[in-house]
């Protein structure tokens, strides 16, 4: 599966924001645990959240749960995760992916693959 992410501007501090990421090829989508990642300038690839191919099982970072959504759209091939009361220290560039390898280190980078270009979200103070 190839997997583009779209969505990201510039929005003030308290604002929203929805990202969306698009799946292609032909990889049954709707079995894949999809992810959302951040990485700032200088910093690693960092977790945001994640979903279950059906839906059961939802993740967050602690810096985002109560302010992030992710969801999906399987029929879509779609994901997405809407952001509210965003801060400046959401500012980065924003990734999807798809996971790839299964350990208990759920937010390491390193498990999910398919990444696309990702989306620049900057959030101003």
């Known amino acids: 599966v190839q997997l583009q992410a779209s969505g990201g501007g510039l929005v003030q501090a308290g604002g929203s924001l929805t990202l969306s990421c698009a799946a292609s090829?032909?990889?049954?989508?709707?079995?894949?645990?999809m992810a959302w990642f951040r990485q700032a300038p200088g910093n690693e690839r960092e977790f945001v959240g994640s979903?279950?191919?059906?839906?059961?099982?939802?993740l967050y970072a602690d810096s985002v749960k109560g302010r992030f959504t992710i969801s999906r759209d399987n029929a879509k091939r779609m994901a997405y995760l809407q952001m509210n009361s965003l801060k400046p220290e959401d500012t980065a560039v924003y990734y999807c992916?798809?996971?790839?390898?299964?350990?208990?280190?759920?937010?390491?980078?390193?498990?999910?693959?398919?990444w696309g270009q990702g989306t620049l979200v900057t959030v101003s103070s």
């Open positions: 992916g798809v996971r790839q390898v299964w350990t208990s280190s759920y937010y390491s980078a390193w498990q999910y693959g398919s």
């Open positions: 090829g032909r990889s049954t989508f709707s079995s894949k645990t």
């Open positions: 979903m279950s191919g059906n839906g059961d099982q939802i």
